[in-house]
């Protein structure tokens, strides 16, 4: 694919950025196409992004709705058709604020004041419409060949919002109409899945305007969080963890000394209590750390393996909050390691086995990521380079091949980001691994060493689900709220035909629950039909056992199996031990 460079140049784009170059293009003719249906706009910001492209523009008095898209999308396609070419050039600073400011955009001469004084402000012009840009574009509007308008949202004038609330309209793009085709369906695919949606045709969980972004758990949604706390704490049980509870408010004098004050102040609710500033956690660590700290320790006891399933906050802007995808309250299946310099390695090696036993279960692969120091960081030179260099030797002992995402790290250490992928090809950033040489060294942690010295330990903080919020936020979408029996809310309903078969509904009901199956009973006064369905395809319930004076004479269940819609006919006690089976192995 050719591009043209914005020194005028012309040369095959590389592959990894020709989606880059489509959707920057793409927004150039958006906007274009915005100019002749509305002549009085004005344009702030139009990037290409990682999923699409939007535009920032000023409309004045004219609103937008869904609605204006089709139009706004067939004259980007009258301009496609035209097959504009696209020319870049140059200006001199005086020049290009006479230009912008005769065009009347003045959000663009504002831009220009905010760039260096040496900066080359080059442009792209597509017939009637100019736009500053330092490029590449395709060479001609027609080599735009899949794009699609979305979505109309707000957006701040520079992300400040002390600043004009713009129109930004967002779309997609691609290569060709079949990528476009296959995202598009995608997406009506990722729509069926939402998790808001089945969330609440099941029951899970509820957001309200009382508690933005502080979810309530339902009694389904509870069921499902306690199945995988369950086999959290199984696996690390068998892994050698012990578990802690630490408390969800403590004074500032520890956020001070742990760094999160001078470092994460404005992501962090506080409040005074006796006159004193205390904060409530955003993360669990310090409070795993005065548990070390609490009594003194040898080699002996080291690596010493530490979860916690704690409750944080953090303060996210109300715009961002998404489900449980983005929320400011969730719960943290954290772990702190303390151990020694020798046994980072084998450490690491460890907890990569885990995170890997609990993707596999759920059937995620997954990518990793190794993020290095970042700007705003604590700590010397020297034990960033250390640490930063024992995740890099634990991941090539793994063989694990990994990608360098620099300056990504945590404040206080490098760390390894294990990125999952869903049943939609979707990504997901959960596990991390981060190697902490600070917090030990501001708490003053220490252990007495083999040869009676007093050494500092290193930490790993770790965790596997991440948020079990966003976790469960995640799987609904992966299993499309069909969840497999041992996690599913209700596992099991008994679908009794009619009320001469209720008594004997009755007894399977409670022979299952007595065996702490999560089972249910509908005994609405509904066809047997309608029951299945709603059974099936609302509650996604794995197994619906139908009850009818046949199953009455015999002493079975006819069961349904929701993923097969096949019905079977077995004894109670059969089918008990099945289920049993499935959820005591977590099959």
């Known amino acids: 694919m050719k591009v043209i460079y914005n020194d005028g140049h012309v040369d095959e784009c590389p592959a990894d950025e020709e989606l880059h170059v489509i959707r920057h293009t793409a927004a150039h003719i958006l906007a274009q196409a915005v100019k002749h249906l509305y002549p009085d706009a004005h344009f702030a910001y139009g990037p290409a992004t990682e999923k699409g492209f939007h535009y920032d523009i000023d409309l004045g008095d004219v609103k937008l709705s869904d609605?204006?898209?089709?139009?706004?999308?067939?004259?980007?396609?009258?301009?496609v058709k035209q097959n504009l070419p696209i020319k870049p050039y140059a200006l001199s600073r005086e020049e290009a604020v006479k230009l912008m400011t005769e065009k009347g955009e003045i959000y663009k001469v504002e831009h220009i004041a905010d760039l260096p004084e040496d900066a080359v402000l080059t442009f792209y012009q597509q017939g009637d419409y100019t736009d500053m840009c330092v490029g590449p574009h395709l060479c001609y509007t027609k080599a735009l060949k899949a794009f699609?308008?979305?979505?109309?949202?707000?957006?701040?004038?520079?992300?400040?919002?002390?600043?004009?609330?713009?129109?930004?309209?967002?779309?997609?793009?691609?290569?060709?109409?079949?990528?476009?085709?296959?995202?598009?369906?995608?997406?009506?695919?990722?729509?069926?899945?939402?998790?808001?949606?089945?969330?609440?045709?099941?029951?899970?969980?509820?957001?309200?305007?009382?508690?933005?972004?502080?979810?309530?758990?339902?009694?389904?949604?509870?069921a499902l969080k306690n199945a995988l706390i369950d086999y959290w704490?199984?696996?690390?049980?068998?892994?050698?963890?012990?578990?802690?509870?630490?408390?969800?408010?403590?004074?500032?004098?520890?956020?001070?000394?742990?760094?999160?004050?001078?470092?994460?102040?404005?992501?962090?609710?506080?409040?005074?209590?006796?006159g004193e500033d205390y904060c409530i956690k955003?993360?669990?660590?310090?409070?795993?750390?005065?548990?070390?700290?609490?009594?003194?320790?040898?080699?002996?006891?080291?690596?010493?393996?530490?979860?916690?399933?704690?409750?944080?906050?953090?303060?996210?802007?109300?715009?961002?909050?998404?489900?449980?995808?983005?929320?400011?309250?969730?719960?943290?299946?954290?772990?702190?390691?303390?151990?020694?310099?020798?046994?980072?390695?084998?450490?690491?090696?460890?907890?990569?086995h885990l995170i890997n036993q609990v993707y596999s279960k759920?059937?995620?692969d997954y990518f990793v990521e190794l993020s290095t120091r970042p700007e705003n960081s604590m700590g010397s030179d020297e034990d960033w380079e250390d640490a930063t260099n024992g995740l890099k030797t634990a991941l090539?002992?793994?063989?694990?091949?990994?990608?360098?995402?620099?300056?990504?790290g945590a404040f206080y250490g490098p760390k390894i980001d294990f990125h999952l992928r869903d049943s939609l090809g979707r990504t997901w950033q959960c596990g991390t691994i981060q190697l902490d040489f600070q917090m030990p060294?501001?708490?003053?942690?220490?252990?007495?060493?083999?040869?009676?010295?007093?050494?500092?330990?290193?930490?790993?903080?770790?965790?596997?689900?991440?948020?079990?919020?966003?976790?469960?936020?995640?799987?609904?979408?992966?299993?499309?709220?069909?969840?497999?029996?041992?996690?599913?809310?209700?596992?099991?309903?008994?679908?009794?035909?009619?009320?001469?078969?209720?008594?004997?509904?009755?007894?399977?009901?409670?022979?299952?629950?007595?065996?702490?199956?999560?089972?249910?009973?509908?005994?609405?006064?509904?066809?047997?039909?309608?029951?299945?369905?709603?059974?099936?395809?609302?509650?996604?319930?794995?197994?619906?056992?139908?009850?009818?004076?046949?199953?009455?004479?015999?002493?079975?269940?006819?069961?349904r199996d929701r993923d097969t819609d096949q019905t079977t006919v077995m004894s109670l006690d059969d089918f008990a031990a099945k289920v049993k089976d499935e959820i005591v192995n977590r099959k």
């Not at 596992?491 to 199956?517: F, G, H, N």
């Open 441 to 559: 060294l501001n708490f003053g942690l220490e252990y007495v060493a083999e040869d009676g010295t007093r050494k500092r330990p290193i930490m790993i903080h770790r965790v596997c689900f991440g948020s079990i919020e966003r976790f469960i936020g995640i799987l609904t979408e992966h299993f499309a709220g069909k969840f497999p029996t041992w996690l599913a809310p209700v596992q099991v309903k008994v679908l009794p035909v009619s009320d001469k078969s209720m008594d004997y509904a009755k007894e399977v009901y409670e022979a299952l629950r007595d065996q702490k199956v999560r089972v249910a009973l509908d005994d609405r006064n509904e066809k047997i039909g309608y029951k299945i369905r709603y059974a099936r395809q609302v509650d996604r319930v794995p197994y619906m056992l139908i009850i009818g004076e046949k199953e009455i004479a015999d002493r079975t269940v006819s069961v």
């Open 233 to 274: 704490r199984d696996i690390h049980t068998k892994a050698g963890y012990v578990e802690v509870s630490t408390p969800l408010i403590m004074n500032r004098h520890l956020w001070e000394t742990s760094g999160h004050w001078d470092h994460y102040k404005d992501n962090m609710y506080a409040t005074k209590i006796d």
């Open 282 to 352: 955003p993360m669990n660590c310090p409070g795993g750390v005065m548990v070390y700290r609490s009594q003194p320790h040898s080699y002996r006891e080291l690596p010493m393996r530490v979860g916690e399933l704690g409750i944080v906050h953090r303060h996210e802007l109300k715009g961002a909050l998404h489900g449980l995808f983005r929320v400011r309250c969730f719960t943290q299946d954290d772990a702190h390691i303390f151990m020694t310099r020798e046994q980072i390695p084998e450490e690491i090696a460890g907890v990569v």
């Open 67 to 79: 609605e204006d898209l089709p139009a706004i999308e067939k004259e980007m396609q009258a301009i």
């Open 362 to 364: 759920f059937g995620f």
């Open 396 to 408: 090539e002992r793994l063989g694990m091949d990994y990608i360098v995402n620099e300056g990504d």
């Open 148 to 222: 699609k308008l979305t979505a109309l949202s707000g957006a701040y004038w520079k992300n400040d919002k002390n600043n004009k609330m713009l129109t930004r309209i967002s779309g997609i793009a691609f290569r060709t109409k079949e990528e476009l085709e296959e995202y598009l369906k995608m997406m009506e695919e990722a729509e069926k899945r939402d998790h808001r949606k089945i969330g609440k045709e099941m029951g899970l969980f509820m957001l309200c305007d009382e508690g933005p972004g502080f979810p309530f758990f339902l009694p389904n949604g509870m």
